[in-house]
């Protein structure tokens, strides 16, 4: 028999859900929480390490509930990477002198950017190479400046290879100026503290949590509500999409 749609009928048949109340910032923090307190209660497990973005108010939340100390907090080097580029980038918008020809061009900040990651394991070698990067983007055939960069076969600096090899390198880029270098060497080298890159040591990202978030999404719109039976359904339905695919989905029904 179908269910009236009197709202007085609706209201009373109704067995509601809902299990937070609040903004969505809010909603982030609680539900962080509740994954890393339902861990201990259900699997006798407890989570070390929180990957979040680094604006995130859920770690904070759950530090407060687990312990200060109990919990540490990891960066995804994609983020980090991202964030050289858009430090340099706000820099060049706001100082003349790094725009136009021979001066700051967007194809060396990318390069900057994709030097993060070099020796990731290894706080010390991933600094010195991180912090080498900014002068090896700085050098030119004028001007040489691959003495901080690691050396051997195996090295991140094609001028180093070559030398390992006893052949002569050849510049393939033309480098910053030193005029350049010296105005975005304090930004770049505020992201090369040992604090920050020991959060990504890692080497891990993001990227596999955004695709599995961009699967449940496709189905389950963050902007039309859902209840919990469908949420759950649809979720459950993202996890073997993203595991195996979609045609082993076709199996289940």
Sequence with gaps: MPRSIEPETFAAD???HSNFQGSTFKMEAVGSTRIFQRSIAKRSLKY????????????????DTCGKDSVTKCECIGLVQKRVGVRLRKLKS???NLSGKGKLPDSSIDRLQNCYGINVGNLSALQQNVAAALFHCSTSVEKLMHGQCSIGKDSWCYYQRELSRSKKPKEKFKGLSNEVLNMIKSTY???CTKQLLNKCLHGKTQNSNECFNGIIWQTVPKEIFMCLKTLKSDTLDAVIQFNEGTRVVMTFF
Aim: charged share 30%; hydrophobic share 25%.
């Design 189 to 191: 080298l505020e992201l």
């Design 48 to 63: 070390s390490q929180y990957y979040g973005d680094g604006d995130s108010k859920g770690f904070i939340r759950v530090k």
């Design 14 to 16: 109704h067995v509601c």
């Design 94 to 96: 706001k100082n003349k």
